[in-house]
């Protein structure tokens, strides 16, 4: 038998039917870089952080994204905004996209969507030191990317609808009591009181 085989060269000859029978099908091969696969809205590629539609820095430097890094890549340097007492910022932000084992756990723990997951997935560069993102070059990602980072936001269920409003979405976000000034950063009701009964706490105090 093995004789036959050797003399007919049959699996020769069964290697060249497949050849044939894949020349009539579809190619399924893409011309990468010229043509790329469509990305999933949950894809987790490059970080970037998202402004208000005001332009105003949605984060408040609270860093817990950075604690919640496994990683120990994220670095928040925290501050004031000038003139306003209660309301904070990142002065600085820094991010090792080097390190970065792009798991999400950063955008989760985001009480204000500050964070959002770009599809951007080439991130190649020359001299490694570009990818440690600073602040401006997230936000310049943010900008750049809005449209992913919204996508993402919604895909994982992240945005408080003021991103990209969906009805049956984004209602699952902690929302931070608006900031009332007069009061402290309290809001009256939140402790069961009229506005008057806790003016009268405060100058009792
Ligand atoms: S995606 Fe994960 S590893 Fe990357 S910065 Fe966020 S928490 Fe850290
Ligand atoms: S990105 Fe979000 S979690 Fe991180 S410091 Fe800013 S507000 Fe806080």
């Not at 994220?74 to 798991?103: H, M």
Request: hydrophobic share 35%; glycine share 8%.
């Amino acid at each position: 038998m093995g004789l036959i085989r050797n003399i007919f060269m049959t699996e020769l000859l069964m290697g060249l039917k497949i050849v044939f029978m894949q020349m009539f099908k579809p190619t399924i091969t893409l011309q990468y870089p010229h043509v790329k696969h469509p990305i999933p809205d949950g894809y987790r590629g490059l970080m970037s952080l998202l402004r208000y539609e005001d332009g105003t820095e949605r984060c408040v430097g609270c860093s817990l994204c950075e604690a919640a890094c496994p990683s120990n890549c994220i670095k928040v340097v925290s501050d004031e905004v000038p003139g306003q007492p209660l309301v904070r910022y990142a002065r600085e932000y820094y991010l090792d996209i080097t390190r970065c084992i792009f798991c999400g756990f950063c955008t989760e723990a985001c009480p204000v969507d500050a964070l959002a997951m770009t599809k951007v997935y080439e991130a190649a560069v020359y001299d490694r030191r570009d990818l440690m993102f600073d602040k401006a070059k997230l936000y310049e990602l943010g900008e750049r990317y809005l449209e992913d980072g919204k996508a993402y936001l919604t895909h994982h269920r992240m945005d408080d609808g003021t991103l990209h409003p969906v009805e049956g979405l984004g209602d699952n976000r902690y929302h931070f009591p608006a900031v009332d000034a007069e009061h402290g950063g309290v809001q009256p009701e939140q402790i069961g009181l009229t506005a008057e009964a806790l003016e009268v706490e405060e100058t009792t105090r």
